[in-house]
């Protein structure tokens, strides 16, 4: 077969207006140690919380009635596992654009990379997960049969590998060895979580970071393993261009702060009329704070209180004259 050109996701980027995090479900068929996922059964609330509840066509139809193009970032929990997936998935290209955040486990990833133009996906964040991978039956080998399927298929699909401590004495011959069997990009993620009573990024030594960084970081990684993980005062996209939302439709500014505008699917999302400053102290996801700020965010000492300055940014805005005036 030959291989198809890879869309640029820079490409795809300026052809979207806004952006939405969906936090598809809860459900996953690995259990990673470093997995940020932590909800308990009190989250579940029955019957709103239920992936699926809405068809494919309904869901498609609500941001269609937005009057924008969207960039849909999917995760979960693993968005293969949501009902009927790849017909959401379809559903969804025909008018917007989709990015993923998946282990490439479940048989329906081929009828995706078959069913759905690879111009329509903005990325496939392809988590590797060795340690779970190397409980499975072949599961490195399963693992990129099918990257290399959505590879030769011209997707922009790259190798996630995270920075978990365990992993740090075998990344290279790992990164070494897949490369050898044809995976062209490879994003190393910084490991952000506890192990051993330790919190990382923060707690990496000085020749853990020299290490990391020399394993070929993006920006983003680069920002975040530095702990600059604070956007506090920066003008931000969240609530006007860019947004999260959970299982059951409901929207919010970000995953950091809770603001809500609506639920989707019921007809009654309403965006911001424009960008705001951010008011949290921390970014709960740092890769939102530094897509819609555009800064490279700072690291606030503890014992600053961030209240006198949520505050000042609170009256800026009533000082601009009408609720939501961009800030300057």
Known sequence: MVEQKQAEPEEIWAKTECDMLWQMNRECNFNCEYCFRDWGDEDIRA????????GAEHVAQRFDETGKVWRIRMTGGEPFLYPDFVELAKALTRRHYISLSTNLSTPNTYELADGVESERV??????????????????????????????????????????????????EEDMERLRGGGVKRITVKVFQGKYRD????????????AFIRGLGLNNKERTILACRVSFLGSRCEAGHR????????????CSTLKEGYGNLFEGTFKPGESPRRCTARKCSCAYQGIA?????????????????VKYFVVLSELFAGVRGKVLR
């Open 47 to 54: 019957g709103d919380s239920i992936p699926g509840k809405y």
């Open 198 to 209: 330790r919190r990382y990024p923060r707690d990496f030594s000085d020749e853990e970071r």
């Open 242 to 253: 860019a947004f999260s939302m959970d299982i059951s439709g409901n929207v919010t500014r």
């Open 122 to 171: 903005h990325s496939v964040n392809a988590s590797v997960h060795p340690l779970e991978r190397e409980n499975r039956k072949d599961g490195m080998k399963e693992y990129l049969r099918k990257f290399l399927y959505f590879q030769e298929r011209g997707f922009n699909i790259r190798l996630v590998y995270v920075t978990y401590p365990p992993l740090l004495g075998r990344i």
């Open 292 to 308: 819609f700020t555009s800064v490279e965010g700072f690291d606030v000492p503890r014992k600053i209180v961030a209240r006198p």
